[in-house]
């Protein structure tokens, strides 16, 4: 097979395993981001103008192909808006890397940074599950089934912790580390490679108990594993998000029955749903940023645009356990507390 363009193609691998990871010090989830961005960007050139990939090359980087592309991300995958946005700003990114690299002319990629992202008016409304809803979806894994112990405890930690999916993909067993008076505690290593240290209900902690002795059950030799993984031919390989959203639409089905209103299901939900609980239950809104892992304050000032409705519940700090997610959800039990408040902002 011989390549039309083989520089362009020793570009692309020069700018996902040298320039972003050593350069640039990207995260290698951040890489893979970028990598997924331009492979999927490749099969649209390669569907969109009959090509095979050995065609393919810098001409096929240019406005009219890159527009066609975000409408065909929208159209025909149904992607959401900051998928869109962010799959624009990884293509810019490598045609500035070609610029750089004397592969693109300046003018080229001057029509490609004139393209603008698209306006999410999604941003107007908080979507997120109410107490009531979070509980329903958790009740609805079957726990007398391997997968369904699996599947209850992922949601419950994914809300418990408001981590990212791929936060939680990543984590091994020894990231969750239970204190002698049962309560608990995440180690995460999150975005740009920032540490943090979340507190994680007993409640929580119980389920952890039980996954384990199904998918840990030698705890002390599996401590660095995958917490949660598959068995593919005989090999263990980390879980992946595909996999998540798997039994998480199995699990919308289900709730649906009971509620036909709720929103899909989709990892960041639950993070959103357990980041508003927090704020409606008056933690500060710098507490909300540190439990989250963001980087400033201006990304969860999003949650601080509440209506009447959230900030009269905020007053009542869902003191009581029946409105809390779990029965004994120490942020809500402590939400004046100073041990905690020093947990979440580091200090301990």
């Known amino acids: 097979m011989k390549i039309k363009d083989p520089e362009f193609f020793r570009l692309i691998k020069e700018f996902l395993t040298c320039y972003l990871p050593r350069i640039r010090q990207k995260s290698a989830n951040t890489v893979d981001s970028y990598r997924y961005a331009l492979n999927i960007y490749l099969t649209y050139i390669q569907e969109s103008k009959s090509k095979k990939l050995k065609d393919v090359g810098t001409t096929d980087f240019c406005q009219n192909d890159i527009l066609g592309f975000l409408e065909w991300l929208k159209s025909a995958r149904k992607n959401e808006v900051t998928t869109i946005n962010q799959r624009l700003s990884h293509i810019r990114s490598f045609c500035t890397y070609l610029v750089k ?3 693109m002319e300046q003018t080229d990629l001057n029509e490609i940074t004139e393209i603008s992202r698209l306006h999410d008016t999604r941003k107007t409304e908080m979507i997120y599950l109410s107490i009531e809803d979070m509980k329903l979806v958790i009740e609805q894994p079957d726990t007398s089934k391997k997968t369904g112990i699996r599947d209850k405890f992922f949601i419950a930690l994914l809300y418990d912790s408001g981590c ?4 939680i993909l990543d984590l091994k067993v020894k990231d969750l580390i239970i204190k002698e008076l049962g309560e608990a505690e995440l180690h995460v290593l999150g975005k740009g490679r920032k540490y943090r240290v979340t507190p994680i209900t007993k409640d929580v902690a119980s389920l952890f108990r039980e996954y384990c002795k199904t ?3 030698d705890f002390s030799s599996s401590q660095n594993e995958y917490l949660f993984y598959i068995i593919r031919k005989g090999i263990s390989a980390q879980m992946s998000a595909d996999n998540v959203q798997r039994f998480l639409r199995v699990y919308e089905k289900s709730a649906k029955e009971t509620n036909p209103g709720i929103y899909h299901l989709h990892p960041h ?4 749903s357990r980041a508003m609980h927090l704020y409606m239950a008056g933690v500060p ?3 909300v940023a540190e439990w989250l892992g963001h980087s400033n304050l ?3 000032q999003i949650y601080a645009q509440a209506t009447m409705e959230m900030k ?5 700090k869902l003191a009581d356990n029946e409105k809390s997610v779990f029965k004994d959800d120490v942020t809500f ?3 004046d507390d100073d041990e905690i408040i020093k947990k979440l902002s580091g200090l301990k």
Do not use: C, G, I, V
């Open 269 to 272: 939900l639950f993070r959103h």
């Open 333 to 335: 039990k402590y939400a």
């Open 298 to 300: 201006e990304t969860t």
């Open 312 to 316: 009269r519940k905020a007053a009542e």
């Open 164 to 167: 990212r999916d791929q936060e």
């Open 215 to 217: 998918f840990h059950s």
């Open 285 to 287: 809104l710098p507490l």
């Open 101 to 103: 690299n004397r592969k």
